[in-house]
Every structure is written in C-alpha cells, then in structure tokens.
C-alpha cells in the first residue's frame, strides 16, 4: 500500500496506562476526532486472543472513521484482523521478511534511529520510517535520543514519509520544523490529556504548521544567460514566483543577450558533480529542472548523479537551439540525453522542432503532435507535453502520460518577446510537481503562470527579449515607481 505524507501528520500510538473512565477505544475515537490522521495499536502485555479481539474492534472503529490501523510488532495479528499496516523494530522481523508474509497491500513502518538503519528499511521494502527518540521520552525509557541533524540526514536520503517519535509534545513540536519529517507520533501527548478530543485538534494544527513551514525545494540544472531571460536566471526566477526555493548546478557560462549567443564556456564535469553533490547531500530537491546541456559528458555525469541520488519529479526541458536561433546543443549530446536522461525523466517538454529531433516525426500538424508525444513517451518511459506554437498549433500543448492524452488549449498572446519560454514553463512544472500537485494540474498551474508573463508586455533589449516572471509583484504591491 502506497503511503502518503498526509496520513503522517498526527500518528496516534496506544496505551492504556491511561485507562480510565473511558476505554481505549473510546479514547482512540475521542483522537480520531480530534484529528489523529493514524492510530498504531500497541500491545504488549496482552495474550494473542484479547489482543486479536481488541485490534478486530479498533479496526472496525478505525474504518467507520477512514482512518487507518497499524498493529506494533505483531505481524499475525495485523493479517488476522485485516489491519492497514505493521510497525517493526530494529529488534524485531526485518522489512522484507515482514512484506513477504503480508504481501504488497499491507504498508509496513520500521523503527530507526540512524542513517544506515533509514537507508536499508527502505532497501528492504518499509513504507515508512518512525525515527527517534528526538526528545527525552518516559514512554519508552531505553531508547537513545536522536539529534536534529541526524533526523534531517534521514529525511533527506529516503523517499518515503518519515514519522518524528518520543518526547513530543505541543511545547516542542516547533522544533522539528526544517528537519522534513512528515507529521510526529505521539504517546501520552494524547492519551494523558484530560481532553483527548481537543487536545489532538491543538496538536494538529501544531504538526500542520510544522511541516507546512518547510518550503519545498527545486533544482534547476542549466546553463548561464547573461541577460536574465533564460537559463538557471529564468529558472531561479520561476521557481521563486512559484513558491519554491530553487537552488542551481550550472552547466556553461553563455555570453548572450536578445539578439543571440556570442560565447559559451562549458564547465568542467567533475565541477557540475560537485554542484550537484552539494545540493543533493544537504538541501534534497523536491523536484529536478535539466535545461541546457551542451556535451555528452555533461549528461552523463547529470544522469549518473541522479540514479545515484533516486532523485525525483525529474523534468527535462531538452534545450537545443536559442530563441534566437543559436545552436546550444551538439549532436553527441543529443543522442547521450535519449539514452541517458530521458528514461530518469517524469516529464520531458520538448517544442515542436526538438520533438522532431527526439521522435523521427515530421510535425505539420495535431496529429502528428500526437504521433511524436506518444514515441517519445512509449521509448523511454516519461510523459511528454510537447508544445505548440512554431506555427503549427497556435499555443496548444499536448500532454502524452503513459497512455493517457490530454489537450491544454491556450490563446497566442501577441507578444514577440518570448525568450525564455520554454525554460519558464518547465522550470514552473517541476516548482508546482515538487508542491505535490499532480502532473496535469501542474502543467496547467504552469501555464496560467506563463500567460501572465507574457500579458505583462516587458519590452527589453534590441532582439526576442524576455518576459516579466515577476508580474504577479506588480497586481499584490503595485508597479515599482
């Protein structure tokens, strides 16, 4: 069972030495509405057929509820009462083995408390990662506490939601903001309360807040426009505007403006490595933008970083001839990028003459936009949107995403100055991707974006020049004087 970050966001752990005018039971439902988004019923001083009995009802409870359960160790009892999901410890059954009894559709968490331990949960198949303690804990007495930045080390090397436990309370929560874990789970924070119900709804707020504070993160890997319209400048840009941090791994330094590139100055591979190395290993990007690359190497080492890294929401912008109609990429480069790049890529966002290039199409019409999305989609395993515009489908964009096609219609915006285009919408791709928006909706956030750049009319330089990607200041603050 796939998990999902928002089911993090207020884990609930059992335990009834808090029993007391109510029953378990009644104190989960009282979390439940109050806002626990999981509930993981740990047992461990009751004989297998009074805990059966009880995670057959907590289960019941839990559905009526469109909550989740999770059953703490006992891997029998979470198949006998049909739970959602086990948690295991280290001490306990190891990852795979637990999914080889419970198959694919149950979800399985594993306990840990370094780097190593997150990293081979996740090899061996965990859904989820509970890490802590990160605060001193009485509830679990034994357990040696986890620091910040190990917590942040964690969050940052796995690809599946990772859940804060052991001494949390509404006073420290705060804490835990720019680690990027997904939600925290809570023990006598909830059931020690004397109002379980509206303490839960405090305590949720507390954990949206946050995890909404930590801003998502975008890498633009591209190379420098020294006028400002295109490349890692347009990317870095965009992806402000659209609500995302962005960070850079430049490729080349261009000597460019409106009216054409002068000079390119390539970067060594061994320094675009480090670029990469240096985002990857300390701010992980939520999302990945490629834009100009010029040389095969330079592919190949951006393609064997991202395996490496099982980077994601990858968007590759195949940038190989300017606005102006200068040539930015080499022929090697070109063919290193469909082998290398394209099977990584989630999106690819060719124009109508890369498209050519990428699918063997000659492009004249819908249909043969059509035709070209679906080779390039069906021989590497990306979607594609191919754009319009170039005079053959006004401003209408065809989406191919393994199998599925949708048409994005839009209105040509009389406006010569459009350099920068195609690195602007896929840059606004991966920010509204790395936000968590679906693929479609991000392509079509990413086009209302770009229409505004473009309706704003910026007028600059002698040649195609650029558009205004920070149009929306000017309807919030009002044009600068």
Known sequence: MKCKKEMMRLYAVTDRSWVGRQTLLEQVEAAIKGG??????????????????????????????????????????????????????QKDME?????????EDMMIGVSVQTLAQAQAAEAAGADYLGVGAVFPTTTKLDAREVTHETLKEICAAVHIPVVAIGGIKKENIGQLAGSGVDGVALVSAIFAAKDIENECRELKMLSEKMVGGQMKTALSIAGSDSCGGAGIQADIKTMTMNGVYAMSAVTALTAQNTTGVSDILEVEPRFLQGQIDAVFTDIFPDAVKIGMVSSARLVEVIARRLAFYKAKNIVVDPVMVATSGSRLMRTDAVDTLIKELLPLAALVTPNIPEAEILSGVK???????????????????????????????????????????????????????????????????????????????????????????????????????????????????????
Not at 61 to 69: H, K, Q
Not at 78 to 87: L, N, Q
Not at 96 to 102: A, D, E, S, Y
């Open 36 to 89: 626990a988004t999981l509930v993981q019923l740990r047992e461990k001083g009751l004989d297998e057929e009074t805990f059966l009995a009880e995670a057959v009802a907590m289960r019941a409870l839990c559905t009526a509820y469109g909550v989740l359960l999770i059953i703490n160790d006992n891997v029998e009892i979470a198949i006998k009462c049909r739970a959602d999901g086990v948690h295991v410890g």
């Open 95 to 103: 990852a795979g083995n637990v999914r080889t009894l419970v198959g």
């Open 363 to 481: 492009i004249q019409g819908k249909e043969d936009m059509e035709e070209a999305a679906r080779r390039i989609g069906d021989a590497h395993g990306c979607a594609v949107l191919l754009k319009g515009g170039h005079d053959v489908n006004d401003a209408n964009d065809f989406l191919y995403a393994h199998g599925k096609c949708r048409w994005f219609e839009g209105k040509r915006i009389d406006n010569p100055n459009t350099h920068g285009t195609g690195c602007t919408l896929s840059s606004a791709i991966a920010a509204n991707l790395a936000k968590g928006f679906d693929l479609e909706l991000s392509v079509a956030r990413s086009k209302e974006y770009i229409s505004g750049a473009l309706s704003a009319m910026l007028d600059l330089g002698r040649g195609c020049g650029p558009m205004n990607h920070a149009f929306d200041l000017d309807s919030r603050f009002g044009r600068m004087a």
